[in-house]
């Protein structure tokens, strides 16, 4: 009867912890599943917002390059690339505590006041713009 006992009991434990093994293991998976999830979202709302801008920046030098033209899809691109640089800079999730800390949306706008500023002579606000985006990069590799 004892060895029987003894076996229910050692089968038991054995069970238990092969079965509390197997929930720690989900849990940790779980774990790391998110915060890769995470991580790759970041790195999703930084590559759009690096695109966003990037955009903006071309569309503006565009504009600012045909305005003797009077090509009305240069304009309208040209807004269209303003409003959604703002509209990516202020509704990211993941990524707004990085861009808020390192006052980037304040910073890109000065850049592309510069940018109004300069007329055609881009030279200085596109290195400046670079500058920016190499940080936002940098960032984004981070993780």
Do not use: C
Request: glycine share 6%; no cysteine; charged share 25%.
């Amino acid at each position: 009867m004892q060895d029987h006992t003894f076996t229910l009991i050692v089968s038991a434990v054995g069970i238990g912890g092969a079965l509390s093994g197997i929930v720690v293991g989900h849990f940790l998976t779980l774990s790391s599943q998110h915060r890769q999830w995470v991580r790759d979202n970041r790195k999703q709302e930084f590559k759009e917002v690096v695109s966003a801008m990037s955009q903006y920046i071309i569309e503006h030098m565009s504009y600012v390059a045909s305005q003797g033209s009077d090509l009305p899809q240069s304009k309208q691109a040209y807004v269209d690339s303003m409003k959604a640089a703002g509209v990516i800079l202020t509704d990211r999730i993941y990524i707004h505590h990085d861009l808020d800390e390192r006052d980037i949306p304040k910073r890109f706008l000065e850049i592309m006041e510069h940018f109004r500023e300069s007329g055609k002579d881009f030279d200085k606000p596109a290195d400046k713009a670079s500058a920016l985006l190499q940080e936002i990069i940098v960032l984004a590799r981070k993780g």
